[in-house]
């Protein structure tokens, strides 16, 4: 039997209890048969929406050390390179080095980027990062799936409509990524407000040479919970769900959003129970049911149609 | 409500490849059970490749992420799962953290592979034997140990079955009611293409054990990672069937050989006709053996009663 050899580079937080960063992309990857390479930026005791949260960060040095190392070996041959969450400019800069250095190894390489900056209009990450993902790391990636505040913010324009959404997605192709996911905006949805918006954006080369564009648009339901995690399972599944399609943004949108609601699903069933009638889930009640989801992971039953655009 | 069976694991790192963490998570997590994982090192690649670099956690670090977890009010674990240490300290700092588990949670089992050497040569600092002999193996619940470990932790040479039966005694009076053999250099009643491996476990609630012995095929290459691989499966195959070490070994043995047998193929593979495969091509097939590791097919007529 013909087994899938796809390698994926990863390079996020790890937490010792729960899933976000690494510990969010790396298992759901693993089942659906990728190798998972990873490079842990932080060790921290688990996420900051805990109380306490403690441990070690990973220098832009230390980075590179460890990459030195793989590259010694000459195994630094990747299909992939996955990054997400990061709080220091020097450590991305070393990361755009490094996928850089990947691509001329295999030009086929495709970088999977969350450019994670903020949300609902405020950043939380340190402000200097924000030239360096326009500037140099949106450059060199793939495929990208901001949010509406950091679409906005990497392209300095507003998105008050579709047609807002479609040429922001346009002005972030020019950028360099060929593959454009909005993972969340504040467009009002055709089925209600207890809807959201995500929207998507395909370039693909034909074969005479011209660009053609698949754009879709996808009403998700919303949850009354903050997860986190869930960008990070959000961007490993995209990688995985383009690479079984890569020419149809509607499949891979629509398997990846909806292992993305079974797992929220199955997340916040249990964080109730575990909680108590009436009281809200605390941050350990309310991570990732992943290990439960295996079978939602490897095969997503398909619970939302993405529409296509036609412009 | 599904409780969920929680491990804290405290082993290595490696980027790339399947040894201490990477090689017991995800076959675990596979299994169903929530891992926490602490890792005591980050380096690219495991010590069999002709280079690696990395960073290693202190004791001092140990101790703050678990701090943290503790602070949560989380440090709830089911088990602890142990492998490769080099620095006392950092061992020291784990049997406290393992006894203030124990205190949190008394049905906690602690799985211990007391990593030391093997072939008749320590592959650690000479000083960590005391901290296994008279810290660690006493807070085990489960023992790992090869025979040159089991040799080192008793003071007592194995030259016979009979030795090894005695040894695993010696053992459970330490500490740990289960104790696996890993490996032996005692003849197999199968020829000297098998390994001799053998198990003890206490029975419930008397002083009587069951005894059992494991004839393995030797494996023509030297591979990294499968013992992380066999304690992990021991802790889910002891945990799925506790009081029944001969079925639990029988799973375990099983899913070692599906994993080793398939990396064995696809090496030889890579490496190409008459050439022998390097660490990077003998890196476990975890991802690709994920079937086998969720419902081994027993390899039978593997385990018998002693």
Not at chain 2, 113 to 138: C, F, H, T, W
Not at chain 2, 160 to 182: I, N, R, S
């Amino acid at each position: 039997m013909h087994e899938m050899e796809c390698r994926v580079l990863s390079i996020q937080s790890h937490v010792v209890r729960g899933y976000v960063g690494n510990k969010s992309a790396s298992f759901p990857l693993q089942v659906l048969g990728f190798e998972v390479d990873s490079i842990n930026s932080v060790q921290f005791s688990n996420h900051t929406g805990y109380s306490h949260w403690k441990g070690q960060v990973l220098t832009a040095d230390e980075l590179h050390v460890l990459y030195e190392g793989i590259k010694l070996n000459n195994v630094h041959h990747y299909d992939y390179v996955l990054t997400g969450y990061t709080r220091d400019t020097s450590f991305l800069e070393m990361v755009v080095d490094i996928i850089q250095e990947l691509k001329r190894a295999n030009p086929n390489l495709v970088y999977v980027c969350d450019p994670v900056l903020g949300d609902h209009g405020s950043m939380y990450v340190p402000q200097n990062l924000h030239p360096v993902y326009k500037n140099k790391v949106v450059p060199v990636a793939d495929i990208i799936t901001p949010n509406q505040f950091e679409a906005e913010l990497l392209t300095g324009k507003n998105i008050s409509t579709e047609k807002d959404a479609v040429e922001v997605m346009d002005l972030l192709h020019k950028m360099g990524p060929d593959t454009v996911v909005i993972t969340s905006s504040d467009l009002p949805s055709r089925l209600g407000d207890r809807f959201l918006v995500s929207l998507g954006s395909q370039r693909t080369m034909m074969p005479d040479g011209t660009k053609s564009t698949q754009r879709v648009r996808m009403e998700i339901p919303k949850v009354d919970a903050v997860f986190v995690g869930t960008g990070d399972l959000f961007a490993a599944m995209l990688l995985a769900w383009t690479h079984h399609y890569p020419n149809d943004l509607k499949t891979a949108c629509e398997k990846t959003f909806s292992v993305m609601h079974h797992v929220i699903q199955r997340t916040i069933s249990y964080a109730h129970e575990l909680a108590g009638p009436g009281r809200r889930p605390s941050p350990p009640q309310l991570e990732l049911r992943m290990v439960q989801s295996k079978a939602d992971i490897e095969d997503p039953a398909i619970v939302m149609e993405a529409t296509v655009l036609t412009l | 409500l599904e409780a969920p069976c929680r491990v804290l694991s405290i082993q290595s790192h490696v980027v790339r490849g399947y040894v201490g963490n990477k090689s017991a998570s995800f076959p675990l997590q596979v299994l169903g059970f929530e891992v926490d994982s602490i890792n005591s090192v980050q380096f690219s690649n495991h010590t069999g490749y002709a280079h690696w670099k990395g960073q290693v956690l202190t004791a001092e670090e140990l101790n703050v992420l678990y701090d943290g977890i503790k602070l949560n009010n989380v440090h709830h674990y089911d088990y602890v799962l142990t492998g490769y240490t080099r620095d006392t300290s950092f061992l020291e700092t784990v049997v406290d953290i393992v006894q203030e588990l124990k205190r949190m949670n008394p049905k906690l089992v602690y799985v211990c592979d007391p990593v030391m050497g093997d072939q008749g040569s320590m592959y650690v600092p000479e000083n960590i034997l005391p901290v296994y002999r008279d810290k660690v193996v006493a807070v085990a619940d489960i023992l790992t140990p090869n025979q040159f470990e089991a040799e080192l932790l008793t003071g007592r040479k194995i030259n016979t079955e009979k030795d090894a039966l005695e040894v695993m005694d010696l053992l459970h009076q330490m500490g740990p009611d289960t104790v696996v053999l890993t490996s032996t250099d005692l003849p197999s009643p199968r020829g000297d293409q098998f390994l001799v491996a053998l198990g003890s476990q206490k029975i419930d609630g008397t002083k009587s054990t069951q005894k059992i012995r494991m004839d393995m095929p030797k494996v023509d290459a030297v591979f990294v990672g499968t013992g992380d691989l066999f304690a992990a499966m021991l802790l889910a195959w002891t945990h799925l069937h506790p009081n029944d070490l001969k079925a639990a070994c029988e799973k375990t043995i099983s899913v070692m050989h599906h994993v080793i047998k398939r990396t064995m193929t696809y090496a030889n593979e890579m490496a190409g006709q008459g050439k022998r495969p390097n660490p990077a091509q003998l890196e476990l097939r975890m991802v690709q053996s994920k079937k086998d590791i969720e419902d081994p097919a027993i390899v039978v007529e593997r385990v018998m009663d002693v």
